[in-house]
């Protein structure tokens, strides 16, 4: 795994390096949140994130060559992370693991995803419902379509407006959005590539399972104005030196989920690579500094 993107050094003896991340590389605002740290640690929010990733086009400068990411940054007026440019994604809702979507899964059981994301069965909510949030969020928050396989073939343009419109505003589930367009989902398109919770310090936690999805190559996002103001495709290294140079803010978990996928040559490499790897569970510890903030991962 890469090391020292912002500032840490190599495992010591005595545990991980901390990272140091300088204030001018984080969100704006960021650091104030930190100032009131709460009597008791609030429940983090189940979540779910969706890498999504298309295969690079080449290109010159430090990291520029291999699969490329989506980033999209997060409104100034939003709670959470105002400022960030961060992965498709959000909270998981209560429809994303109801029978009517599960059903239109191919190649993913309740079961299956359970075992696959370490969750009993009989949670609340479902492993199966992360999947669900993950995909779900790719769409309401891009206009992309991960993981959805039409009968039919592929969706006109305007069938998948007015299906993400549907979604947004008009109280429509994920599953009768699929009925209505004719499609499933594919189990097999969609990797677990992490977990992350929020530190406790923290005023709003969220227990994130991130997940990798593959689009096809000259994907082009439309973001809902309403949460993004800018949409980027990067290759893992390209966004970290932009980070570095402190024209990328992001956040701890965004960042190292980067330096995990610097190293894939094509993004069937990075599935696979995923697909047979156990994904432990990171809540980070973070303390601020006199130039920013230090976080020390177990």
Not at 36 to 53: E, F, G, I, K, W
Not at 133 to 153: D, F, S, Y
Not at 171 to 183: E, I, P, T
């Amino acid at each position: 795994m890469p090391r020292g993107t912002d500032g840490s050094g190599p495992r010591g003896d005595d545990g991980p390096a901390p990272y140091d991340i300088p204030e001018e590389r984080l969100p704006p605002g960021f650091i104030e949140t930190l100032d009131s740290v709460p009597a008791t640690p609030a429940a983090p929010h189940p979540s779910a994130t969706v890498v999504l990733m298309r295969e690079g086009a080449g290109g010159e400068g430090p990291g520029a060559t291999g699969p490329e990411v989506l980033l999209l940054r997060r409104n100034r007026a939003t709670g959470f992370v105002p400022g960030a440019y961060v992965f498709p994604g959000g909270r998981v809702d209560a429809a994303d693991g109801d029978d009517a979507l599960a059903e239109r899964w191919d190649g993913l059981t309740r079961e299956g995803a359970a075992g696959r994301l370490g969750i009993a069965p009989d949670a609340d909510p479902p492993a199966i419902a992360y999947y669900g949030a993950a995909l779900r969020e790719a769409i309401e928050e891009t206009g992309l379509l991960p993981g959805v396989v039409a009968a039919k073939g592929p969706l006109d343009g305007e069938v998948v407006r007015e299906a993400r419109e549907a979604l947004l505003g008009g109280g429509a589930s994920f599953a009768a959005v699929l009925q209505r367009l004719g499609a499933r989902l594919d189990g097999g398109a969609v990797e677990y590539i992490a977990h992350w919770v929020t530190p406790s310090i923290e005023p709003r936690r969220y227990d994130t399972r991130f997940f990798a999805a593959r689009v096809p190559a000259g994907s082009k996002a439309v973001y809902d104005r309403r949460e993004m103001t800018d949409a980027v495709w990067l290759t893992p290294g390209a966004a970290l030196d932009r980070h570095r140079r402190g024209r990328l803010p992001m956040i701890f978990p965004t960042i190292r989920t980067l330096e995990d996928l610097c190293d894939f040559a094509t993004v069937d490499a990075l599935l696979a690579h995923y697909r047979a790897r156990a994904i432990e569970r990171v809540q980070p510890t973070i303390v601020r500094t006199a130039t920013g903030v230090r976080l020390r991962v177990p």
